[in-house]
Structures are given as C-alpha cells and as structure tokens.
C-alpha cells in the first residue's frame, strides 16, 4: 500500500466552533486589569476598542466552545482545512525512529496562520456597523492578513508598519496594498503620538509600541472605526484553535496521537493554535502530552522571564496583564524571525505554563535557520524564519528519540513560509548571521524597572 | 448544503500515468530537424545532451500513457493532487452567470507548476548515473524549481541566470541557494559563449539566448552532466498533463464539464499541462470545449506570429523547430511577465493551432494586472504575473456569458502565485507600467529575417 503524505480533510469537516480553553481550566487566568482603577477588566473597558463580540470572547471563562460564524467558515474555505503532513524526508535525513507530523498552515494565501484570526475579526468588526478599523505590524504577517480579511469584508484598513519594516520588507507593504490596505510608515505625521515621537527624534527607525499607539489614537479618533491586534489576546488564541481541532481528526486518520505538541512562540496566538485543542484531553481525559513553546534565545520570556503584572505594550497604553514577561520596555535584538520579538506572553500560556501543564525551550537564531534550511531540503518548503524555531526544536525532540531509540510522534505547526522574507536566508547563508546571548544580569536589570508596577 | 469551493483529491488519486496527445493527434507535429543535415532528429541527436528517457519521451508519438515512476509520484505528493477551486468571490465581483474554476498549482512550495516537470526530469538524470546537471533561468520560476528536484534526488545544479533578473529578482536567487544550487550570474567567466559575450560587451545585461549556451557548454564539458529546460519540449508538456488529469476528476466532483479552458502562454509548458487532458475528449469522444492560450501583447507569436522551421534559442543551437514563431532574435518588451517573454511555441501546440484544435487570445500588460488584483482582493490568491494572462482570459469569458446570458463553464490554470514578484505589483498600483504594442510593420521586419531558415 502506498505510504501517506498527507493528510486532508474534506471543506465540510472545517471545524463548527472554536475551543475556549479558559473553560476547562482548573486554574483560572487572573484577570486583566483597568490601568488606572487597578480593577479587573470588564467588557466596558473593551468595547470603544474593539468590536463587542471580540471583547466578550476576551473575557469568556465559561463557554468551552463557541460557534464560528457561518461567513467566517465560508472565508476559511479558501485554504482550510490545511493538510497535515508526514515529514518523512525529515525523519529520513535525521534517521530517527521518530514520527514527525507538521500542520501546515502556510497554504493560506497570506502566507501563514494569522489569517485564521483575521478573517473572525474583520468580521464581528463589520457585523456591528463598522467601517473602518487600523492595526500596526512589525513583521508584517500580521498587517498582511489583516489587508486581505478586511478586503472581503469590505472593511477600510489603516496599518501603522514599524518603519524599519515598511522600508526593508517592500514585498510585504505591496501585499498589503495589493490587497486594498492603506500602509503608514511609523512614527508618521498622522497622529499626535507618531508628530510627537519624529519631532523628538527625526530619524527614529520606529517601534511595535509606537505603531500601537499610532493605530490606536487614530482608532479612537475616527468614527465608526475599531482597533485589531493579532496576537497576545484571548480572542486571537481562541480563533486559532482551529488549527488543533483539524490537526487532531488528521492524526487520527493518520492513526496517531501526538506524544509532542511543539510551536514556535512570540505572543502565542501559533502555539495555542495547535496546543490546546489536544491539551483538553490532558486537562479532561489523563492524555500525557508534552506541550513546547519555542521561543528565540533573543527573547526568553518564558524560559527566563517573571511572571507579574506588566503592559502589553511599550507605552503603557494596555491593561495590566498578568504575564510571563521580561519588562514591557525589553528591546529585543533585531532578528529575523521579527514575529517572535514580543516581551510577553498572554495570559492563558502564562497561567498554564505557571501550572506545568506545559513547557518552553529557546532557540539559537543559528540554529533557528540551519533547521529551516535542513527542512526546505527535505520537505521543500522554506519556512519562516519564525516556524523554524519549531522545527529546530522538532528535530531536537526526534534526535533525543534517535539517542534513546525511542518512537515518539511529534507534531509541530509550521505556521508559515518564508518566501517573503528570503533575505533573512541571504544572509544567513552568506554567513551574516549571528547569535544573541543575553546574561542573567541583562534579564534582572530589565526586570527591575517593573517592579511594584502593582 | 453548504457550497463546495474546493475540491481535493485524495493522494492515492495522483494519477499514474502522464497523458501523449501526440499518439491521438490525427495530425502529427512536422519533425524537428538536425541543423547540419536538415534530416528529422533522431534519439542519437538530443542523448548528448539530455537524458535518455527524456530523449525517448521527446520523440516518443505512439504510446498515449506514459507511466510517471513511483520515485516521481513520491516526491509530487509534497503538493499534489493540488487543488480545484471554484471562484464564487470572483464570479460575484464579475456579476456573471458563469462558473469560474481554477486549478491551483501556486500551492507547490516553489509556487509554481514548474516543479512537476523539474522532478520528473532530475529524476530521469540521476537515474542513469548523471551526477551533476545544468538549466538556465530567466524569470526564475524554473530555476527555483529544479534546484527542489536536484537537492531532493541528490544532483548538483548549476543555474545560468539571465544576469539582469540575477540582480533584481535576489529572492529568486536566495531560493535556489537555499535549496542548495549553484546561481551563476549570465554572461559569465565560466564559459567560453559567457567570457566572448563579456569581452565584446562588458556591460550586457544577460539574455536568455546567452544563458541556454553557457548552461549547454557547461553540461557539454562536464563528466556525468546533463542540460534540462523548462517549457517548449514536449517532454515538459507531458510531465505537466498532472494538471489536467487531475483537474478532469476534480471537475467530475464538481459535476461539471469546462465549456473553455484557459492557460497562459509562454513556451507552453502550463497551458499543454491543463489543456490536453481535456483536448483527447474533443479528438476522440466529440467533445467541444475550446481552448484558449493567453500570450501577452507585447510577445503574439501565436496571435500574430508564422508558422515556419525556425530554432528555439537566439543563438541558433537548438534543432530547427516547426513553430509558431516571431523569428528567433525577435526581443520582447521587458514585460513583468517574465516567463512569457519568449518568441516560439512547441511544435505540438502549434500543430494544434494550425488545426483549429484551439485558439489564442492576446493580452495587454495592464489588462492583466488589474485582472490579478481583482483576483488577489475576492480570491484571495495574489497570482504571478503570468498567471494574470490566464486570468484576465477567463474574465473576458465570463463577461461574454454576462452579455449574452449564457452559463458557461470556465477552468483556468493559476499556475503560480505572485509573491515572489511584489516589485511588478508596486509598480503597477504607482502607476508605473505600461502596455507595449507591436506594429504589423515591426513584426514583419523581424520574420523577414528568418526567412528562407529552410
């Protein structure tokens, strides 16, 4: 009989509803606090921000399952379900016993997972009458699928690029124009805060934390118009689980049942795509799954940072968030996977990574790369940079199977290609790249300056 | 029930065999003849250069199937059976009662069709003992493509990459290095046809004339080399019959049978892939789908070249081909369409055009962007420039079935996705582009000068 590849699920078995791992948690999240009242966040406090259906999911611990709207489905459909994959000319060149499966969510026409939320999004924002809605992208994957979902719901898109971006990914700012965004370059003259940062300082390169500030005042003052963020938040996280929900009827047509859940992590919206969905059977059902966040060594929130009450942003716009995080005014190193550079994490993996129910490792940005060039070889997709944090900790995970003879099957989300962003491979293999430690004296002098925040 | 937009064959349906049209042709292609002798080509002619199975595929006009080996198969099921995909965002925008589907080729991790032939052809090589190969590329596609096929059977590559799309297509190159090949920029120092073109002109920008000699003096003088191209031969053709095979079952699915099929036009190699198939039912089940090749305005050869003897490089190396022709230094505009900026078409497409078994339309370059951003804003898919030739093809269709009120059924090939050619996007969307047209006078000026080749 002929070996399987791939793994495919018809349209109709698209997932009906998202998973709310709050729900079945024993240990609840703490909660999100009001910056200035120091009180827990209420569904108030969220809405002139963001549409209320998204807001009521953010603060959702009771509904573990919560219908996707039949709009989004039909949107969904043009890349999902995506295959699941056996990466047998991985295991091959790795000669390990192990299994190794990969969800392959770069099929999405933008190019990776973040699709998955935008196009829930766009569409709560357009249900309630909204016209207009902006963002800020660092990578731009973000920004990317944000411009397409807000295209086919006939939504007006703003994106506030950090500048450094906008000026060396151009293929990323044309994406997003192609498809109907409107692209500002940050720090820009278009809002109070961006004329107050380039006036103070005329060639600022820009910033995550500046972009937001940008995307937010320019939401606020502008009617009928709402702010989006793609990662971080309990409702990107929740959106995402369709990922794990299509990855577990795969593994069962492949005859399997992950011993490993691994993704690569900068706020988590990936990694608790593919995790939690088969994590409730752990929670509810005595699986023993091992779950692993990959993190960049550059920025090891979780492998080395404190869980506190920080900001979720530069500026300290946000609620305060209880989180594993390394201050929120950590300025990671410049590498390629610009995805993973995020201080924190959210909420729901800082509470469980806090109880054990899951594990993280960081990754060398070397080793990040020679794993992703190791897999385009293989299994010839070139990924980005940021899946390949998953995959270098994948081929970690099947070597330790290979030096204890073990058979495990491991499944890691390939959450994107990187044919936007070969220049990263340009230089890594001119020999252009390097690594990033960061001394423990580093991580403690950052973390001083959150203490006592609350 | 809910609408089925795509629809996906299962892996063990990759179809078995790739499907001759030659062998049901009632009409044969004239032969390709010898240069020196002007006598038709034998075996003994093209195994120098190419390897034997391909040489025999080549000339091969009796067998109707020709089994794809199981090593091929193997490596196809990376991306295929890709799917089909009816365009319901792209019928609403149009108002049409058409239906509009599309096979999606731009899901092969190379982003385009070219990697079914690169695989079948490097498998050939390395099957009788060829260690190293050697190809050209222009727009890249192709040479992306085989650097997957070398490095997944285990061949070194060496691609001649016309110089000017060396230097601003760099991701093309970071791809092939990624995927382990050698990119040498053409004309270059390696070879003797590269060092006279520098000596004489110190500043030339690379043709793909040039690029074919150097890649064919490289493969000449190196032990166990051989040369491999990426369209025009019917050995290209052939591999590329997946498309339509595939595409035949998937449309069974859907319930329906094309009325038209539509392929973008350059040496053939995507157009033969998703027409033939469907071609056979019109040569011996008396089927009338029509079948349409879309070239650019700025190249016509089929639209308003001659069909005559005439070579298949600039240069004048290749046997002389029976050909719709533009003469062969006919120098196309530098269109975005890289892939289509060529003066002939195979011998079996322009047999079957002289047959009326199909027709050809022309597009101009501006048609065809703005029928690739309506395709990227409603389908999602930002499709290669090329590809946007078939589709402003198929948006011509269906807006006649508009007019007249008809329902027909439209397939397309999207043969490759864009992302990799943002810059053209930008181009376009700053108003930078431009239509190119031919005089009647100019065309005649240049087929003069092949005049009396044979």
Not at 189 to 203: C, L, Q, V
Not at 224 to 230: D, E, F, P, V, W
Request: contains cysteine; proline residues 6%.
């Amino acid at each position: 009989m002929e070996k399987t590849k791939k793994f495919l699920l018809p349209e109709n078995e698209l997932p009906t509803q998202w998973y709310n791992i709050v729900a079945d948690m024993t240990t609840k999240p703490m909660p999100m606090l009001h910056p200035g009242t120091k009180q827990p966040l209420q569904i108030d406090d969220l809405t002139p921000l963001f549409a209320k259906d998204l807001a009521e999911q953010e603060l959702n611990q009771t509904d573990a399952w919560i219908d996707i709207p039949e709009e989004v489905r039909e949107k969904l459909k043009i890349y999902r379900p995506t295959p699941l994959v056996r990466a047998y000319n991985l295991e091959k060149a790795l000669d390990t016993p192990a299994h190794i499966y990969f969800k392959n969510e770069s099929v999405s026409p933008v190019g990776s997972h973040k699709l998955n939320s935008a196009l829930a999004q766009a569409y709560y924002c357009k249900k309630e009458g909204t016209t207009n809605i902006t963002t800020e992208t660092g990578a731009g994957q973000w920004g990317t699928a944000l411009s397409l979902a807000a295209k086919m719901f006939g939504l007006e898109l703003a994106v506030y690029m950090v500048k450094i971006s906008y000026e060396q990914k151009p293929y990323r700012r044309s994406l997003m124009q192609t498809w109907g965004a409107q692209v500002i370059a940050s720090p820009s003259m278009s809002t109070k805060a961006g004329r107050k940062t380039i006036t103070e300082n005329p060639t600022y390169q820009g910033s995550l934390g500046t972009a937001i500030s940008e995307a937010i005042e320019l939401a606020m003052s502008t009617p009928n118009c709402k702010y989006t963020l793609g990662s971080v938040l309990n409702h990107v996280s929740l959106h995402q689980t369709v990922i794990g929900l299509e990855a577990e009827k795969q593994m069962e047509m492949a005859g399997e049942y992950p011993d490993v859940v691994i993704g690569c992590f900068g706020g988590g919206s990936n990694f608790s795509g593919v995790a939690y969905p088969f994590m409730r059977h752990n929670i509810k059902d005595g699986k023993k799954t091992r779950f692993i966040a990959a993190e960049p060594a550059s920025c090891p929130k979780l492998t080395r940072g404190k869980f506190q009450y920080d900001f979720g942003d530069e500026a300290g716009y946000t609620p305060l968030i209880p989180m594993f995080t390394l201050g929120h005014n950590f300025a990671p190193a410049h590498i390629h996977a610009g995805g993973l550079r995020y201080h924190g994490a959210g909420t729901i993996v800082s509470q469980l990574l806090k109880d054990n129910l899951m594990e993280a490792v960081d990754i060398e940005q070397l080793d990040s790369f020679k794993a992703g060039v190791l897999f385009a070889q293989t299994e010839g997709i070139v990924p980005a940079p940021e899946s390949a944090h998953a995959i270098a900790a994948a081929i970690n995970e099947a070597l330790k199977c290979k030096e204890e003879g073990t058979t495990k099957t491991i499944l890691f989300n390939l959450s994107g290609h990187g044919l936007v962003d070969m220049a990263a491979y340009d230089q890594y293999l001119a020999g252009d790249l390097v690594n990033y430690s960061l001394s423990n004296e580093d991580i403690a002098a950052n973390l001083s300056k959150i203490e006592g925040l609350i």
